[in-house]
């Protein structure tokens, strides 16, 4: 029988955390008045000490709230949002983040107003952070975690577009037992996370570990690549939805031949994002979606670990800004 993966430990984080009085938080955030509010969300501009934050409230029954505090709590690297304070009043838990300037990666990727797009070499950048603090979770953490909720609404940007990985609500610990797992994969019954972005064993047979985040990231590349949304609901498509890695997952599949090779640039070019008008290198955007596809593999063993994600994107960043 598989194990289930271990609850976070519910008992260290919280000494590193400044506790705020709920009355210092309402008046950072103007009464949590719907100016202070960012979109529909529970999150709330706030200036504390001078300086600019985010609120969040959450309910006191929501266990993500409990995960997020116990993992960021205790985790501190610079392509992870910083979790500093914290504030529990009338059932609600609040959290106060570092304020990330430019908002989630999400609003610059999909929305089409015709305002400022997102570089090539920005796009590079995020992919190399979000590599980095995967790359953390999973291999400088005692015990390692899983962030399992990977997409681009919880990738912040500061005001230098440098990427913040956020909502910690779903991330898992793993603990690791050699006598149950199996080539790095553990069970459990809960499957949650964000459509477009789980991987198939997890879908299934609700299999977790990091190749999990891996295949999440490889949905992101495409993201960075394309500008597309990972999944959407095309009005003629009897509810089903189309998912961009199986989209890409075609363009994978394209025979060799010379033929071949002319129409899979076509096709390559095709993909990226046309909000970039060509401003990138074409070499290293097919390496980049080469990546991205050996991310999005369905066997979860094909799939590269962070650390060498890592360093591909370092060299793909170099040949980007030049020497
Ligand atoms: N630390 C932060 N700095 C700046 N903006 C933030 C921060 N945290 C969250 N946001 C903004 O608030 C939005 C919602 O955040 P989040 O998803 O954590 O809250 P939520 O209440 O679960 O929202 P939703 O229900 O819309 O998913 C983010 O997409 C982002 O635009």
Not at 136 to 146: G, K, S
Not at 263 to 279: C, E, K, N, S, Y
Request: glycine letters at 10%.
């Amino acid at each position: 029988m598989w194990p289930t993966v271990e609850a976070v430990d519910v008992r260290e984080a919280v000494w590193l955390l400044t506790v705020h009085d709920y009355g210092d938080l309402e008046r950072a955030t103007s009464g949590f008045s719907e100016e202070r509010r960012i979109g529909n969300s529970s999150v709330y501009r706030a200036v504390i000490n001078g300086g600019a934050s985010a609120v969040k409230r959450v309910h006191g029954d929501d266990v993500g709230a409990e995960t997020e505090v116990n993992v960021l709590g205790r985790l501190n690297h610079s392509s992870l949002i910083s979790l500093s304070g914290l504030c529990v009043h009338g059932g609600n838990t609040y959290m106060v983040f570092e304020f990330a300037e430019n908002g989630a990666l999400s609003d610059w990727l999909h929305v089409d107003g015709g305002g400022e797009v997102l570089g090539w070499s920005q796009r590079v950048q995020v992919a190399l952070d979000v590599a980095g603090g995967l790359n953390y979770l999973h291999n400088y953490t005692d015990p390692p975690y899983v962030h399992r909720n990977l997409n681009t609404s919880n990738i912040l940007l500061d005001a230098c577009f440098r990427a913040k990985l956020s909502n910690f609500g779903l991330a898992r610990a793993i603990t690791i037992d050699d006598d149950a797992k199996d080539g790095g994969l553990w069970m459990t019954r809960n499957v949650v996370g964000t459509q477009g972005y789980l991987a198939p064993e997890y879908v299934e047979h609700g299999l977790i570990g990091p190749q999990l985040d891996v295949f999440a990231f490889g949905v992101v590349l495409l993201q960075l690549l394309s500008g597309k949304e990972a999944a959407v609901a095309p009005p003629d498509n009897d509810g089903k939805m189309v998912l961009l890695w199986e989209e890409a997952e075609r363009l994978g599949r394209l025979g060799d031949g010379d033929d071949a090779k002319d129409d899979l640039l076509d096709r390559v070019t095709a993909f990226i994002d046309g909000r970039l008008h060509g401003q990138y290198p074409l070499d290293v955007a097919v390496a980049m979606l080469a990546l991205a596809l050996r991310c999005v593999a369905r066997e979860p063993r094909v799939r590269p670990p962070m650390a060498k994600l890592l360093l591909s994107l370092s060299g793909m960043y170099s040949s980007t800004i030049g020497p």
